[in-house]
Antibody, heavy 117, light 108 residues
Framework: QVQLVESGGGVVQPGRSLRLSCAAS????????MHWVRQAPGKGLEWVSV?????YYADSVKGRFTVSRDDFRNTIYLQMNSLRTEDTAVYYC?????????????WGQGTMVTVSP | SDELTQSPSVSVSPGQTARITCSGD??????AYWYQQRPGQAPLLVIF???ERPPGIPERFSGSSSGTTVTLTISGVQAEDEADYYC???????????FGGGTKLTVL
């Protein structure tokens, strides 16, 4: 079964760090560009980053967040440093699928990150 | 900077046609995608490459594009279609992903 499972969310104080994981099954992450998308409570979707041929980041997280992947574990990561209250959100990982025109065809269930004093 | 603009809400009665639009300067150059998100769930792809439907998505969902505007049309709306709908594309450099602000579809 093709799926993504995120983990690593939690409650953290401003300025601290957190690492999110996204474990894939049913496909290999090295064959796809993988994205992180977040959604603040009651708000819309906000793209965060992509790990593909290149890494790109939204301006709101550039210099603080870093993506990486472990092909052996078939898992991607989002290292989040210098967290701010405005980073509070559900974080989703998503697969970009070339055969569907680079659409995000598989999404995880999300992991909640709360940044609070 | 590039951005995608959606109207906040659309309301229709069951069986009617709902049209949700998304506008952005990069849309003539970049494909658009549409996602459905029900409360508490992850987004679900319903349209890719402006007008194509993924396997398993009902035929009542269709997409179109004209200039700087793309449209998601849901014909014969059903109660289960009540959800938030997001358009997605890329900026003019094709490096950065853009999401519209989302449109809440209410089925009366």
């Amino acid at each position: 079964q093709v799926q993504l499972v995120e983990s690593g969310g939690g409650v953290v104080q401003p300025g601290r760090s957190l690492r999110l994981s996204c474990a894939a099954s049913g496909f290999t992450v090295r064959s796809h560009a993988m994205h992180w998308v977040r959604q603040a409570p009651g708000k819309g979707l906000e793209w965060v980053s992509v790990d593909g041929k290149n890494e790109y980041y939204a301006d709101s997280v550039k210099g603080r967040f870093t993506v990486s992947r472990d092909d052996f574990r078939n898992t991607i990561y989002l290292q989040m440093n210098s967290l701010r209250t405005e980073d509070t959100a559900v974080y989703y990982c998503a697969r970009e699928y070339q055969l569907l025109g680079d659409a995000f065809d598989i999404w995880g269930q999300g992991t909640m990150v709360t940044v609070s004093p | 900077s590039d951005e995608l603009t959606q109207s906040p809400s659309v309301s229709v009665s069951p069986g009617q046609t709902a049209r949700i639009t998304c506008s952005g300067d990069a849309l003539p150059k970049q494909y658009a995608y549409w996602y459905q998100q029900r409360p508490g769930q992850a987004p679900l792809l319903v349209i890719f490459k402006d007008s194509e439907r993924p396997p398993g998505i009902p035929e009542r969902f269709s997409g179109s594009s004209s200039g700087t505007t793309v449209t998601l049309t849901i014909s014969g709306v059903q109660a289960e279609d009540e959800a938030d709908y997001y358009c997605q594309s890329a900026d003019s450099t094709a490096k950065y992903v853009l999401f519209g602000g989302g449109t809440k579809l209410t089925v009366l």
